[in-house]
């Protein structure tokens, strides 16, 4: 990501400009196509222009709220971003509503782009900003140069007024260009006061406190981390009673511990979640009723030429805190509502993969979901081949698209779940103990083909499905 470099402003002046007007637009009357060669067909992108990181995710009133950095005027980064906005009722199906969160003006015509954050309900009304009947949904977001800024919305989402005091917590005067960033805020069940992560190069992970969301206290840092923290605790093993907690940036890397609202402690890590090749920036939705921890990535540097759009989301993930053989770890695994979009179901139990015989000649498609258990048995190689790049498992390691990852065969066999779009491809092996999320070069060849080398192998149980596209076609 390139940086560039706006001088630090501070002063009154500033800051009442900042108070001016607040963000609000008619659901979008542009007719999306969504008919592109490129266009992924089960994973968001936006209509137009530049996307990256995952911004505000918030369930409120039955829907899902996806944020993301937006550059509206153009299919590049720039540093002047906007929050694009779409909201889905069951996290296939996106609408997308015109941009939420906008570039604040400042001193000399410039502006202060809408860097990343986080969205959350606040049902007690601590920041004061309920105008009526519904729940606020907040977002807190970096403007750059400016600081971390809030703004709340009582319509669901549909408009946003920027709070009147912002920035809630102002930029340190030496930052020039790598700024502070990316607010994640919680409310904190046991302490009974709002928390707030943001990254601060160089040092880590600050978290702060706040009572009313308007007033910040800086109370401790976690070193070593880079961007888009966040933090959230999990049952180990589904154990309500074994709930730790789990603090993560941009890249995956995450350590697991206690956080008791004024710091993180490790108990273990820094581990990996995703070791594909564009995994990045992931976040977790806030408020989903039913319990689960939901995440989504951006699909960093998938290549688009000549799309109206630039960039991709992974597919959401549900997280979970397992006991493996080699310790705790999260794992994460394609949400459930995926299954609602197969068609043309093939299934195979207890077959022999012979040596060198592909069992899925004749199945293609663009969108597929293929879940497989292999038994390698004599084989010495096992391979999965999608639109002609190999998945590829041998001596206990699992690899694709120039990722790799150790995958130990739990007895005897390993289990695969591997989702094509056209231009992704997202490996997950034993139920997401193992995840590499990678964009895949586009191919006029949609094949796949399941072979064996070395020897026979068994297997287990397999289903290929096409996937639906989730476009208004
Ligand atoms: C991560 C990131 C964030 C920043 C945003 C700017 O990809 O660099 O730290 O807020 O992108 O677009």
């Not at 959350?120 to 403007?143: C, K, M, Q, Y």
């Not at 750059?144 to 703004?151: D, E, K, N, P, R």
């Not at 999320?437 to 006029?444: G, H, N, R, Y």
Request: aromatic share 12%; with cysteine.
């Amino acid at each position: 990501m390139r940086f560039l470099s706006h001088p630090v402003l501070r002063g009154t002046f500033f800051f009442g400009l900042l108070a001016a007007g607040g963000f609000a637009m008619a659901d979008n009357p542009v007719p999306a196509r969504y008919d592109e060669p490129l266009r992924p067909q089960f994973h968001f992108t936006p209509q137009k222009g530049w996307m990256n990181d995952p911004n505000g995710l918030v369930f409120y009133g039955g829907e899902y709220h996806l944020f993301f950095q937006h550059n509206p005027n153009g299919t590049d980064w720039v540093n002047e971003l906007h929050w694009g906005h779409a909201v889905s009722r069951d996290l296939l199906h996106w609408k997308e509503l015109p941009d939420a969160i906008h570039p604040l003006p400042m001193p000399g015509g410039r502006v202060a782009g809408a860097w990343s954050g986080s969205g959350f309900l606040d049902p007690g009304n601590t920041g004061g900003f309920r105008t009526g009947a519904e729940s606020p949904i907040v977002v807190a977001w970096t403007a750059t140069g400016l600081g971390q800024c809030i703004a709340y919305s009582s319509d669901r989402g549909r408009s946003f007024t920027p709070f009147s005091g912002n920035p809630v917590l102002p930029m340190a005067p030496d930052r020039h260009g790598d700024w502070d960033r990316d607010p994640k805020v919680y409310w904190n069940e046991d302490a009974g006061y709002w928390t707030m992560a943001i990254s601060v190069t160089h040092k880590g992970v600050d978290f702060y406190s706040s009572p009313d969301l308007q007033h910040w206290t800086y109370r401790s840092t976690f070193p070593g981390l880079f961007e888009c923290p966040d933090y959230f605790p999990l049952a180990v093993d589904g154990k309500e009673k074994r709930r730790k907690w789990v603090l993560w940036d941009a890249s995956s890397r995450y350590y697991i511990g206690q956080f008791d609202g004024v710091r993180f402690t490790a108990e273990s890590g820094p581990f990996v979640l995703d070791r594909g090749r564009n995994y990045y920036a992931a976040q977790t939705w806030n408020g989903v009723p039913d319990g689960r921890r939901i995440s989504i990535a951006w699909m960093r540097d998938g290549k688009f030429p000549g799309m109206p759009f630039n960039q991709q989301m992974g597919f959401p993930s549900t997280l979970r805190l397992r006991t493996l053989p080699e310790g705790i770890r999260l794992t994460k695994m394609p949400v459930s509502e995926l299954d609602k979009l197969h068609f043309d179901t093939r299934r195979w139990r207890g077959a022999t993969l012979k040596l060198e015989e592909n069992l899925l000649r004749g199945i293609s498609g663009d969108a597929l979901d293929v879940q497989a258990e292999l038994e390698p048995e004599t084989a010495t190689a096992l391979e999965l081949r999608v639109h002609g790049e190999p998945v590829r498992f041998t001596k206990g390691t699992l690899s694709a698209l120039g990722a790799t990852a150790p995958l130990p065969l739990d007895h005897g066999r390993i289990r695969l779940r591997v989702l094509v779009d056209r231009t992704s491809l997202e490996v997950y092996g034993n139920d997401g103990a193992v995840s590499m999320t990678s964009a895949l070069p586009p191919s006029p060849d949609n094949s796949l083909a399941l072979t064996a080398a070395g020897g026979d192998a068994k297997v287990v149980s397999l289903t290929v499905s096409r996937v639906r596209s989730v476009w208004p076609r």
